[in-house]
């Protein structure tokens, strides 16, 4: 595989941490993370036993790392544990009084939970669960605003052993009925709505729509979080607080096995269904504890603050579980970076003094076009350090980012992981490694990270290649649910002789051996830090009467890092005008949720193709960018379709 990398290898600032930043973090020098990275890989079950050992276990594990079944990884089985206790009970007798959530509403109301009121409110939802019927093993559909209570659900059902499906807010009915079918979801929690940019999204009655195909579901938990009255179905609906009121407040944590599932969480795969990643509870703990106290560097007087909602996995493991598992505060925002104004953020910050910070390129793009005005009014000395995840920060906003935000004296720790590793795998440790901007720079702990070829051989430095992670590590995804043959044919195939993870990313490592992530090799989209099928918005598409064929690219846009272009061919009888391409961009955001929304239509009356009959991608990529298409076009079937989609572009 040849991969263009010729743009990023030119980018060769560097920047070492600060001497008063490294003598207050918790490794000291680059030599002894080379040290400890290299036993951690070499030695990983003597390097994870001791690092366990810092969780709370009811039983120590008879075994640290089961390999025997590739690629079915297990770890420290015979153990018991579990993970809200680890979040949540163990920190009573230190840290009761201090604060673990604290949220503000985007209309502007806060509430701040401390460790022993998030413990009982945890508590008491995990008894409401119980009262409902739900059992260990069973799943819970979680589909709430980013208030505390989504953070009170999960960790409810983290407490006696029920797996929760986080569905991200902004997704539609169809994407819910899709979901909570596959996981067959008995219990779904929501709300009555949340806020997003002043408006409110009905939550509940996108719920309402869901719940009319899917079987499973005898129960309706219904927050109230607008106060906008929606109806209950008699039997199966129940609010939250009628439900709360009536619970008992004691609910000791189920002692679980560290195999037991914690979680799924479903992400875009480049065919089919979406994949339900499933994380077991012991070694996915492990990894959000460990990685939030290292790459985050928390301390016990941090005030920390993700932006992420958690119903993506950047919520799972770094607003709940990695900075509740270390005992630190977390501040949760629900809306939109722009309601009331473009400063919001940082009013925040400012407010709460807030001094680690983790966003997405994507906002930090939104960030630099909003203008530095916005940030300059607020009083930002309270950050020490500044995160970046979902996608390759170009070096531009890396820049930005570290001078206007992070006043040039804050570390940036750019953190390249995905759904399936749990963790960050990839990352600087903001008192040791000198970063590059652009780059995810070195593997984390027990993370054997490669660039390889084809044949799975690893490539010099400066060749692009594939991804790969050359052994287990305790986060990793265990299978998808109820799919282990989609989970050996999509992560494991390529390098099966060899037992490599494929991550789906290029990478090329530089003359240092930095890593620089390049993007998707698959037909993956990453359209604002978030996995995109194309051929799930293709579905949609076609699902719509006027659309016979359609076919979906990604293409650079400024702010969403990939934009969503659709190149569709209507049926007869309709008319390849305007209002159907914003009729169809409506109808996707309908199907799937506005994140997929096409950006731009494309009507053609066919799609170039190969002889064979696969749509040549490539090109439409090509066209979507504006620009030449390169290579061998021999296979094309019919030259003058993308001549036709050339012009047309050009009119
Ligand atoms: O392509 C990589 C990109 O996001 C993918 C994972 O997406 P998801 O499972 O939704 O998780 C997002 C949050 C962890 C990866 O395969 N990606 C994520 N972080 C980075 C990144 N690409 C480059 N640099 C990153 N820091």
Redesign the pocket.
């Known amino acids: 595989m040849s991969l263009n990398i010729d743009s990023v290898l030119n980018e060769t600032r560097t920047f070492p941490p600060s001497p008063e930043f490294s003598a207050k973090s918790a490794l000291g020098s680059w030599e002894e993370y080379r040290a400890l990275h290299e036993r951690s890989v070499e030695d990983p079950e003597g390097f994870w036993a001791e690092q366990a050992a810092h969780l709370a276990w009811f039983r120590t594990w008879d075994r640290v790392r089961n390999w025997d079944a590739p690629p079915f990884a297990k770890w420290f089985e015979g153990g018991k544990i579990n993970a809200s206790f680890n979040c949540l009970d163990r920190h009573l007798p230190a840290r009761g009084n201090k604060p673990a959530l604290v949220w503000e509403g985007e209309p502007g109301d806060k509430r701040a939970l401390t460790y022993r009121e998030l413990h009982a409110e945890v508590c008491r939802f995990a008894n409401v669960l119980k009262g409902r019927g739900v059992r260990a093993g069973d799943t819970v559909a979680i589909y709430m605003p980013l208030v505390p209570e989504l953070a009170i659900a999960v960790l409810a059902c983290a407490r006696i052993g029920a797996i929760h499906s986080v569905i991200f807010g902004g997704f539609s009915a169809p994407a819910l009925v899709d979901r909570i079918n596959d996981a067959a979801s008995t219990v779904v929690i929501t709300a009555d709505g949340g806020w997003r940019r002043g408006q409110v999204v009905e939550l509940k009655k996108i719920v309402d729509e869901a719940l009319k195909g899917t079987p499973t579901v005898h129960t309706c938990i219904v927050l109230e979080r607008t106060g906008k009255p929606v109806p209950m179905e008699a039997g199966r609906d129940a609010r939250w607080d009628d439900l709360m009121r009536e619970a008992k407040p004691d609910c000791p944590a189920a002692e679980l096995d560290s195999e037991h599932p914690l979680f799924i969480l479903y ?2 795969g480049s065919t089919g269904k979406p994949k339900g ?1 499933l994380h077991a509870t012991a070694g996915y703990l492990l990894g959000a504890q460990l990685t939030s106290k290292y790459v985050f560097d928390l301390r016990e007087d941090d005030v920390y603050w993700c932006t ?1 909602d958690i119903g ?3 919520g799972h ?1 770094y607003v709940v579980y990695g900075p509740l598992a270390n005992g630190a505060t977390v501040v949760m925002y629900e809306g939109a970076p722009n309601h009331p104004d473009t400063d919001r953020f940082w009013d925040i910050v400012e407010r709460y003094r807030v001094t680690v910070f983790y966003t ?2 994507t906002a930090i793009r939104a960030f630099m076009k909003w203008g530095d005005e916005a940030v300059k009014k607020h009083d930002l000395s309270s950050l020490r350090l500044l995160g ?6 170009n070096p531009e906003a890396w820049m930005w980012y570290h001078q206007v935000i992070g006043g040039g004296r804050c570390p940036i720790v ?8 749990g963790s ?1 795998a ?2 600087p440790l903001p008192g040791l490694t000198p970063t590059r901007p652009g780059s ?1 720079t070195f593997p984390f702990f027990g993370i054997d990270a490669a660039v390889v070829n084809e044949k799975g051989e690893e490539l010099p430095n400066g060749q692009g290649g594939f ?1 790969v992670i050359r052994q287990p590590w305790p986060s990793m995804l265990r299978t998808l649910w109820g799919d282990d043959e989609r989970f050996k044919e999509v992560y494991w195939k390529r390098f099966e002789d060899k037992g490599y993870y494929l ?3 290029g990478a090329v490592r530089d003359k240092e051996g930095y890593f620089w ?4 090799i698959d037909d ?1 989209l ?1 359209v604002s ?3 995109l099928s194309t051929m799930e918005v293709e579905s949609a598409l076609v699902a719509h009467p006027a659309v016979v064929e359609a076919a979906v690219v990604g293409f650079a846009h400024e702010i969403k890092g990939e934009g969503v272009a659709a190149f569709v061919t209507a049926g007869a009888g309709h008319a390849q005008v305007p209002a159907l391409a914003e009729a169809l961009k409506k109808h996707v955001r309908d199907t799937i949720g506005a994140i997929a929304a096409p950006d731009q239509i494309h009507f053609t009356d066919a799609l170039p193709k190969t002889r064979s009959g696969k749509i040549m991608r490539r090109l439409l990529r090509d066209v979507a960018n504006g620009v030449e298409s390169k290579g061998d076009m021999t296979t094309l079937e019919d030259l003058n379709v993308l001549a036709k989609l050339r012009a047309q572009d050009e009119e």
Do not use: F, K, M, Y
């Open positions: 992400t875009s990643i992420a993506w996995v950047t493991s997405a390129p970046s995840v979902g996608e390759p920060i750019d953190t390249w992981w995905q759904t399936e590793t960050i990839i990352s995810a991804l991550a789906g990313d992530i390049l993007g998707r993956v990453n830090g978030h996995r």
